[in-house]
Nanobody, 122 residues
C-alpha cells in the first residue's frame, strides 16, 4: 500500500503562481494530479509516466507543469497564470501501471492523497 501526502496549496491571486508537492511512501510507475471543484466531478489535470512522458488537460496546457523526483518518490505541479476557475481541491494520484488512453480517468489510479486546497481570487 502506497500512501500519498500533498502539500503546497493555498490562496493566490489570479495571474500568480503556486507549486504543489506530493510525496509517496513507495515507488510507483505513474503519478498524476486531479482536481475537484465544489459540485463538480473529479477531473484530470496532468500525468507523468515512467518519469518522462506527460499528458495535460487542455484547460491547463501551457500553464501547468508536472515533474517528478524518482529518488524522492515525489511528484510536483507548477501552476502558472492561475485563474479563478482553477480553484479546487487538488489530489495526487499514483498507480503501478499506465493506462492509455484512460490515463484521464480516476479509476486508472490505485492510490490517492487526501487533497490540498487551491483557491484563486479574481
Amino acid at each position: 500500500q502506497v500512501q500519498l501526502v500533498e502539500s503546497g496549496g493555498g490562496l493566490v491571486q489570479a495571474g500568480n503562481s503556486l507549486s504543489l508537492s506530493c510525496a509517496a511512501s513507495g515507488r510507483t510507475i505513474t503519478m498524476a494530479w486531479f482536481r475537484q471543484a465544489p459540485g463538480k466531478e473529479r477531473e484530470f489535470v496532468a500525468v507523468m509516466w515512467s518519469g518522462s512522458r506527460t499528458y495535460y488537460a487542455d484547460s491547463v496546457k501551457d500553464r501547468f507543469t508536472i515533474s517528478t523526483d524518482n529518488a524522492k518518490n515525489s511528484v510536483y505541479l507548477q501552476m502558472n497564470s492561475l485563474k479563478p476557475e482553477d480553484t479546487a481541491l487538488y489530489y495526487c494520484a499514483a498507480g503501478s501501471r499506465f493506462y492509455y488512453p484512460d490515463y484521464y480517468a480516476p479509476r486508472s489510479y490505485e492510490y490517492w492523497g487526501q487533497g490540498t486546497q487551491v483557491t484563486v481570487s479574481s
